[in-house]
Structures are given as C-alpha cells and as structure tokens.
C-alpha cells in the first residue's frame, strides 16, 4: 500500500548537519581568502563631513562609495531603491555602512578600523512613532514620514458607533525581537569567468542578484549567486544579504580575490534589522449586551530610516488586526513610520504576529471588562466560510476552529483548570485563535514573481528538482522531494534538490511568506505529474512549469481590496502559568496547540515547526526585551538579550486537524509563519488571567508585570 | 609563539600558537575542524562545544595554552564512533535536526551527558543541554532524540 503522505521520515539533510559534516558559509576554504568588514557611521542622524582612513599596508583597501564602477548606482535595489550601498552625505541610522575594510587578516582589519576616523555635523534625531511622525528630524520620507499609508473599511463604522452604547478605547504595543539565527550573516564574494559571484546565506538568491546588478552596472546575467547551506533564518536573511552582499560586490569588483563577510555575534545583533515594533489604539464601541458594533484602529509600525519591505508588513498587520474574528464594521489606519531607527525588516509572520497581538488583546480587554469568559466572547465572532474578510473578500476556507479549540480544551484539561483558577489567584490559563494568510500578500505572487521550476529526470531514472527555494531548516529539501516520489512512486533516494545556483534553477521565487511549500511545492506535484506521463519519452526529460493563479482569488492592489490570501492556516494555542506572588517571575506550566494545516506533507517536520515557532514567539512575549535607546540596541550579546533555552518551557502538546486545501500539494497550506503567531498573546493572556489585571505590551517581563502589580 | 601539545581525538598534535588563541580558531582555522561552529564568540551558544578532558566546554572561551595536556574530542572524533552513531542516528530520527548549526554542539552535549547518566530524566536531559542555544527546533525534538539515544545506546557510554 503507499504510504500516507504526511507519515513521517527521517529528513535527507539530517545525518550530515548533525555529523558536523555540511559545510556552512564559514567553514568553506577559499585560495588567497580575504576579510570583509563593514565600517559604519556611528550616529543616527549626521552629515558626514569627512572620512579620514590611514594609509593602509599593502594589501588592504578601504573601500567606499567613490569605489562604485562607473555607472553603477550607489542605491541597493530591493522593493523600493532608497537605501543606499555606502551612505550618500548624510547618516540616516546608526550603524549605516560606510565602507568596507579589505585585507587578508582580520586583526589588522580590526586595527586599521579603529583608525578611520569620520568628523559629522549632527542632525536631530527621531526615533519613536511619534517623534517620526511629527517630523522631529525632518522629512525622512516624503512629506510625512509615512511610507504607506492605508485605510480599509469594511460595513459602516459611521453607523456602526451610532448605534453604540460604550466605546471602550485603548493603547496596545509590541516591541522589538531579533532573530537569532544561530548561525549569523555571511557571505563570500569573487570574481571567476567574467562574472561576479556571491556564496550567500540567504533565503532569497535571486534578491540578492537583482539588488545588485544596477550596483555593478552590469547585467543580471553576469551575477551568480549560490546559496550557502542556511543556519537558520526567519526573515532576517530575506532582505538583509543583499545589504551586505551590495559593497561585497564592489569590493570584488575592485580587488578580484575572494572575500569573506561574516559577521560576529554582537555586529550581528547590533546591526541587523529587526521585528517592527507596533502600537494600536482600538476604539470599539458595544452595544448595551456588549456586542460589538464598530470598531476602529489606528495601526502604526516603527519602520526605521529605510522602507525595505515595511509597506508590505504593515499590510499584513493591519490585515490581521480583526484575528480570526468577522467584525460587522471597521475602519483601520495603518501607518509605516520613517524615523532614524535601525530599519525594520522582514521576521517570521511578517507583520502578522503584531496585528494578531493587538487584536487578541484588545478582545480578551473587552471580555474580561464585560466580566465574560474571554473564550466565550471570541467564539462569537469566529470568522466562517463565506464571511466577509477586512478586505471585503470572501473567506473560502472551512474553518475549523471549535473542532481545534475542542482538541486544546481536551489535552490540556483546559475545562477543569479554568474551573479551578479564579483570576487573581497566581495560576492563569491563556487561549490565543490566529490565522496566517499563506503565500504572498495581494497580487505579489502573481504580478510580481511569476514562479517557474524546472524538473529533469536523467538517464539513470534520477530526477533532479530545479528551484530557488531555500532549506534554511524547515525541511524543504525533504518536503519538495517527499512531493515529488509520492507522485513518481519513485524512492526518495533518487530524488535531488540542491542549494540553489542562480545560473542553473529557474527562479521560483523567494522562500519567504509560508509560500515555498504550498505555492512551489505545488508546481513540484504538477511537474512530477507531467514527468511521470513523459517518463518513457526519451532517457532525459526536462518538464518546466508555471504558477497558476487559483481561480476565484481576486485582488485590487490598488485598493486593497479583495482576496488578500487565497487560504489561510489556523490555529490556537493554550498556555498555562504560575506567577511568583514576590519575584513577578512566571513558569509556564504547560503548551497545548492545535493548528490547521491543510494537510501535513511531514507530521514530524510540521511538529518541529509547530514546536520551534511556539517557543519563539513565547520567546517574543515573554523573554526577548530589546530597548532602543539613542539609536542603539542596548542588548547586543546573547547574554543580555534572553532567548528561549532548554530549560524555560515544558514539552508541549501538538495537535493537527486535517483541511485540505486544493491547491496546495496533496492539499497543504503554508505553515512556517502561522505557528509562530499565537504564542504572545496566549502567554499575556495567561498572565492576565493569573494577576487580575491587565496587561498592554510585549515582552510580559517579571518587571512589567511588578509594574501592573502596583496600578490601580 | 609557544609550542603547545595536547592529545585530539585521540591522537598526540602540537600547535604553535600564542597562549591566549581561542581553542576554537586553533581548532577551525589550523586544523580544519569545522563540526565545530561558531555561534556567539561570548560562551553563550555551545555552538563550539567540545570535551576537554571529558567535561563539556565551550572552545571559544579556551585559550589554548590551557589546553597544553589535556584531551580534546570534537564531533569529528566521535562522529563515526558508536557514541556518535548513536546519538547521530537518534537525532535523525526523532526530528531533532532543523537548520543544523546548532546540533554538532548538541551531540557533544548529548554524549558528556549519558556518559555520566545513561538514562536521564527528561529535566536532566534539560539541564545537559542548557548551555546550547536552538532557535529552531523549540528543544523538544531534541529532548526526545536524547531519550531515544538513551534507550539504543544501552552499555555504549
């Protein structure tokens, strides 16, 4: 009989990762290898008036702006082109790249960094939401200081509020969180063939050939770039490689000899980009039974000196601010805010996790102020199929959220705990719903990236999977083959899909969005499927596919209105804790989650997703406290900056349900992102539970929650 | 410059190098021993972790002149041995391996653990791991990689 498609195996890169055999972009050897290091403007905001350097012993350069061949533009292509290779004449963030030290020992590097010397002309600074906002240092951006810019509406909020009875208003806000990628930026750049060639640890090579090639003045043709095995990466080496990969390529453009860029821990945490931080203020107003009538938000998001992909995080946010929730009217404002922060970027849920943050909060607020079961008050409101999206389009998913919700209550004996604990008593049960649009936002899938894959069976009868998707751990080279030998009935074992090499896969997009396995997996299914019908065609056989958009998924990018995903992954999470009455200090007792999936192509591979983007986000809620202070990370070493250890959370309880999605491969949906999305709010929750009092910021500190201890 | 021998993995080496290099540059850089990572540089991570003298360490914070005398084991020593196998083969199994930058540092932690408890609880199997940095994996296919090591691996540590 064929085996199930989610029934587990063991993954193809395991052995070798866990052997110490697989090489990463550090442990690669190189002939006549070169150090890299970025030399950056230390001010926030300055005009630089002159860059002094000493002269450099032979063999070392320092390379700056003026080193841009000609015609090459000093800006680094990404969404939009503001942020420049080195900067222009004036600092806009702290750490902003200034040139790059080159040379064969990397002490001397340190050296000869120490004595370059930059003289500025201060500017003011602007740093939060409301300094950006009110033009404190001036116009960053445009004439307001707001990327984007956003307005959605949904039912009448204007009737809507006429017809309330109280308006219940509050501030909610979300701070900063680094990844922690455990291994840190790298990359390797030379010049071989008449082309440039960047190694990279990434998750978007073609990004980082598109970012560059107008760097260069060359065409993309002449850029190759190889993916590095990826030592973890959850956004934060979406955008950024092409950051430190665009003075890398004018380095080798000046010196031709390969060059090493890895940075260390502490460059890594202090000058990398991070999780937007968010603020909501809700205005909700209810009906004298407490119903809600009309809500209205206004969302901003702290994007730093330079837009990178903020406009499209803050879609997300402000797309996900309603939960899982059909809210009858609304009215949402959703701001992307310039200041001289360190920009904002790309982490893991994208925008989604503070959205939902703000949105679960806000209606655990309103329940408990109305003296109801938060649980209660949230099923009221649980979105169905055929609802109306805060996009005005239609939900077509079934939505399975008491079935998970039933499952939780029942591994977790939620039932006879909350009848137990009363709030206030120390011991509190926290219970989030999320739900995370997968794949691009809007029309990026279709417009935009076009995805294409290629798959070859050879001569021997093994097939090979051409694509530029990355493993950066969360198992595409396992998945993607798994796809491709269930159709094939072909063992896994003849199976390839390799680090991608920009000169050898067609481009089937970034790994980003929880979109690989759903949207690419896909074409991996149609292509086997073609394949295995030509199978006995010829000893080779090449079979190339297209995405194809599902039909019914209408989107206005224009508007903003529409289908903003064409399905979403759901779930909820339960988390139980117990605050120390004297220290504030908070142990979770226990993690159950139920997720909805579409269906698993690996149950172990989605349990290791499951597990790893719970405890992160826990890590988010709870641990990971990251405060920006004069332009500057103040935890910047992974002892002060807390992430989650083996020591902080008990084993937790997963759970799928199955809802097959037709089209994912074999009916899966993304799910990368989604599970990082409910472990904040059910942690605050708990904590709220557990005080009998309200909490309105993430992470939940022990000094935090002493702090809402004392409040009235 | 001193001239400073130690045994690794096994076998008698010496090295030239100043007294206060990081056992983790000797190691990656001079030797080539890569299974050995560098996730923090500060002793946070464990990414470099390695036994001297049988006790689990981070190499980052070693300087090697006080490695003069003693016994080094990296993964590439243990790797192809049955504690290696074992361990290897119970991650792979169990799902314990994400990205992957962080597991050569969980096996050593796994094998200094059950050579001194061969059947941990799950809180020992927590506290041996403790000192190793995962972002991926949440920890809890690890834990399971470590049991089911312990119960393979009987008379092996």
Redesign the interface.
């Known amino acids: 009989m064929k085996k199930r498609i989610s029934d587990?195996i063991?993954?193809v890169?395991?052995?070798d990762?866990?052997?110490?055999?697989?090489?990463?972009i550090?442990?690669m050897?190189f002939e006549d290898l070169q150090y890299g290091r970025l030399v950056r403007a230390l001010r926030s905001h300055a005009r630089i008036k002159s860059i002094k350097s000493p002269k450099l012993p032979d063999g070392y350069y320092f390379i700056t702006k003026d080193d841009i061949p000609t015609g090459g533009k000093n800006e680094i292509q990404q969404i939009s082109n503001d942020w420049p290779v080195f900067v222009k004449d004036e600092v806009l963030f702290y750490g902003e790249t200034v040139g790059m030290l080159v040379g064969p020992d990397r002490q001397k590097i340190l050296d000869l960094e120490d004595a370059i010397s930059i003289e500025y002309e201060e500017l003011e600074e602007a740093f939060s939401i409301d300094e950006g906002l009110a033009l404190k240092s001036g116009k960053i951006y445009g004439e307001d200081n707001c990327y984007g810019d956003y307005h959605l509406n949904k039912g009448d909020v204007k009737k809507g509020f006429a017809e309330a009875v109280t308006v219940f208003e509050e501030e909610i806000n979300t701070g900063y969180q680094e990844?922690?990628?455990?291994?840190?930026q790298g990359l390797v750049g030379y010049y071989e063939n008449g082309k440039y060639v960047i190694i990279a640890s990434s998750q978007c090579p073609f990004y980082i050939k598109k970012a560059i090639s107008p760097v260069l003045n060359t065409d993309q043709d002449n850029i190759v770039i190889k993916q590095a095995?990826?030592?973890?990466?959850?956004g934060g080496k979406e955008h950024f490689p092409d950051i430190i990969a665009a003075p890398l390529a004018v380095a080798v453009d000046v010196i031709r000899k390969p060059i090493q860029v890895v940075f260390?821990?502490?460059e890594d945490l202090s000058f990398t980009a991070k999780r937007h931080p968010s603020r909501g203020i809700f205005r909700t107003g209810l009906d004298a039974k407490g119903n809600i009538v009309a809500m209205d938000v206004d969302v901003t998001i702290n994007a730093g000196a330079y837009m990178s992909c903020s406009n499209i995080v803050l879609q997300r946010a402000i797309f996900s601010i309603n939960s899982v929730y059909d809210i009858a009217n609304v009215h949402v404002h959703g701001r992307s805010v310039a200041t001289n922060a360190f920009p904002s970027d790309a982490f893991r849920g994208f925008g989604a996790p503070q959205g939902l943050f703000l949105a679960e909060m806000h209606m655990s607020h309103i329940a408990r102020n109305l003296g109801i079961s938060p649980v209660e008050y949230k099923r009221r409101y649980f979105m169905k199929k055929g609802d109306t999206t805060i996009t005005n389009g239609i939900m077509h998913d079934e939505v399975k959220l008491e079935e998970m919700l039933e499952k939780v209550y029942a591994a977790g004996s939620i039932e006879e705990k909350l009848a137990e604990y009363t709030p206030g008593s120390g011991r509190g049960i926290g219970i989030s719903f999320y739900q995370h649009g997968a794949g691009f936002t809007g029309n990026g899938e279709q417009e935009i990236i076009k995805a294409k894959l290629k798959m070859l069976k050879h001569g021997d009868g093994n097939v090979e999977i051409l694509l530029s998707n990355v493993e950066?751990?969360?198992?595409l080279q396992t998945t993607f083959p798994k796809i491709a030998a269930q159709v094939l009935e072909i063992p896994i074992e003849m199976i390839s899909c390799d680090n991608p090499d920009t000169s050898k896969v067609p481009n089937s997009g970034p790994t980003v969005a929880s979109r690989s396995l759903m949207v690419v997996g896909k074409l991996v299914e149609r292509a086997s499927r073609e394949l295995k019908e030509r199978w006995d065609e010829d000893e080779e056989v090449e079979v190339l596919v297209n995405y194809i958009h599902p039909e019914g998924c209408e989107w206005d990018q224009a508007t903003l209105q529409g289908d903003a995903y064409p399905t979403y992954g759901w779930g909820v999470c339960a988390i139980e804790v117990e605050v120390d009455p004297a220290t504030a200090e908070v142990e979770t007792k226990g993690i159950w989650t139920a997720h909805d999936v579409g269906v698993a192509i690996d149950e172990?591979?989605v349990?290791?997703q499951?597990?790893?983007?719970?405890?992160?986000a826990l890590g988010y809620g709870s641990l990971e406290k990251l405060d920006y202070k004069d332009g500057k990370f103040q935890q910047n070493?992974?002892?002060d900056y807390i992430?989650?250890?083996?020591?902080d959370?008990p084993?937790?309880s997963s759970q799928l349900i199955e809802n097959p999605y037709e089209n994912g491969p074999f009916g899966a949906k993304g799910l990368g992102e989604l599970v990082f999305d409910g472990g904040a709010s059910a942690f605050a929750d708990a904590v709220e539970y557990a005080i009998g009092k309200k909490v309105y910021k993430i992470p939940v500190t022990p000094e935090y929650i002493m702090e809402v201890k004392n409040r009235d | 410059m001193t001239e400073i021998a130690f045994v690794l993995n096994n076998k008698k080496i010496s090295v030239e190098a100043e007294g206060a290099t990081r056992l983790l540059d000797i190691l990656?850089e001079d030797l080539?021993l890569?299974?050995?990572?560098?996730?923090?540089?500060?002793g946070?991570?464990g990414?470099c972790s390695v036994l001297k003298d049988g006790l689990l360490v981070n190499s980052c914070m070693v300087p090697i002149g006080t490695v003069a005398g003693c016994s080094i084991e990296t993964?590439?020593g243990l790797?192809n041995s049955d504690e290696?196998r074992c361990?290897?083969?119970a991650?792979?199994?169990s799902?314990?391996?994400?990205?992957?930058?962080?597991?050569?540092g969980m096996?050593m932690a796994s094998i200094a653990l059950l050579r001194v408890n061969a059947h941990p609880t799950?809180d020992e199997?927590?506290?041996g791991?403790?000192g190793?940095?995962?972002?991926?994996?949440?920890?809890?296919?690890?834990?399971k990689g470590v049991q089911l090591a312990s119960e393979r691996g009987e008379g092996i540590w």
């Not at chain 1, 992430?643 to 020591?647: F, K, Q, V, Y």
């Open positions: 587990s063991r993954r890169d395991a052995f990762k866990a052997g110490g055999i697989t090489k990463y550090s442990d050897d990844h922690v990628y455990m291994e840190p095995t990826t030592g973890g990466a959850f260390d821990r502490k950066m751990g969360q198992g172990m591979i349990h290791g499951v597990n790893g983007g719970v405890i992160q070493t992974l002892a992430i989650p250890t083996s020591m959370f084993m937790m | 990656r080539g890569t299974a050995v990572k560098e996730g923090c540089g500060e946070e991570c990414a993964l590439e790797r290696g361990i290897i083969d991650f792979a199994d799902g314990a391996v994400q990205c992957g930058f962080c597991t050569p096996v799950i199997i927590k506290v791991l403790s190793n940095l995962c972002r991926c994996t949440g920890y809890d296919m690890i834990i």
